[in-house]
């Protein structure tokens, strides 16, 4: 099996930039169990469970530094395909549920949350605990316990953006929400999904020259990995686009040049890597079911002190996951 998906089209340009700096906040989203299971990782089985006020994420927010006037104040901002919140059915979209989230901030009142809308959260103060969110909902589905037609698993992709006072976003994460619905007789089919979330960071990498050694590691997007069947291993191989090594390559096709960086992955890889590489799938739960995430970083830009072409630069990295 192999699926093929892409990461990334990030550009070199000096261009306007956020009046926020994403590296003065911690902000941290936590997956939650539900009644001893889980809405991340293949286990949790609506047959017979609790569908109201499900509490899945917390969301961590506090302030690094002591930013500039205003700028403790975030907003929370909430997406789905399609701007409804509702749980497909894998490969059979006309089967459905719909969900109600809602979102509490600290001590504040519960509010019902709408796609879209901006909600205000404060993060905490530097050296202090961070607040807060939780993030709850309910699950509209009652079919009839005998209707097979029913049974399966049930995905929601739940983008959440966190923006500056400006309207800038500095973070964002997508909660993949995937849940089963079966009973002891009835056993869920084979799944596997791979789900990609691009970062913000992507879109607007800045370009040295000379190049300076020791420069951190620009996480420029993630993997979300997926399985209840059988295979013995998983394997990631991160490959670059039409040329042998990861570089970045000048809009204009007219003009040359190509500014080559380093892939990686953070917390997990050692090395970084000019050309191909793969990465194993590691981590299989409790359940017997495969669930695994990584990041996908780029380093050394510039590394070999090319002396770019003034304009816009572009660069994609293929993804294709193996089981064997």
Request: charged fraction near 20%; hydrophobic fraction near 35%.
């Amino acid at each position: 099996m192999i699926m093929v998906v892409f990461l990334l089209a990030a550009n070199f340009h000096a261009g306007a930039t956020p009046t926020a700096d994403p590296s003065w906040y911690d902000i941290r989203f936590v997956n939650l169990p539900v009644t001893g299971t889980n809405l991340y990782d293949n286990s949790a089985d609506l047959y017979g469970m609790n569908r109201e006020n499900i509490l899945f994420s917390r969301i961590l927010t506090a302030l690094k530094i002591v930013p500039p006037t205003g700028y403790g104040d975030l907003k929370l901002r909430f997406n789905a395909p399609g701007g409804i919140f509702r749980f497909y059915k894998l490969n059979t979209p006309s089967s459905y549920a719909d969900a109600t989230l809602r979102m509490r901030h600290e001590s504040l009142p519960v509010q019902t949350v709408m796609p879209l809308m901006e909600y205000p959260i404060t993060a905490g103060l530097p050296g202090a605990e961070p607040t807060a969110t939780e993030l709850f909902m309910d699950i509209s589905f009652n079919p009839d316990n005998e209707g097979q037609q029913w049974r399966g698993n049930y995905y929601l992709p739940l983008e959440v953006e966190v923006l500056d006072s400006d309207g800038y976003v500095v973070r964002q994460k997508i909660l993949h929400l995937l849940w089963h619905y079966r009973n002891k007789e009835s056993s869920a089919p084979p799944i596997t999904t791979v789900v990609v979330d691009q970062y913000p960071a992507a879109q607007s990498i800045p370009f040295i020259y000379p190049f300076q050694s020791g420069q951190p590691v620009i996480k420029v997007g993630s993997v979300s990995f997926r399985s209840n069947e059988s295979a013995d291993r998983y394997r990631l191989r991160v490959s670059p686009v039409g040329q042998p090594t990861f570089q970045f390559n000048h809009s204009n096709p007219n003009l040359s040049g190509a500014i080559k960086y380093r892939v990686t992955i953070p917390g997990r890889a050692v090395s970084s890597y000019v050309q191909a590489f793969e990465c194993d799938f590691d981590y299989k739960g409790s359940s017997g079911n495969w669930h695994d995430f990584l990041e996908i970083g780029i380093r050394d830009i510039n590394y070999d002190n090319y002396r770019g072409v003034a304009g816009d630069y572009a660069s994609t990295i293929r993804l294709d996951v193996v089981s064997f």
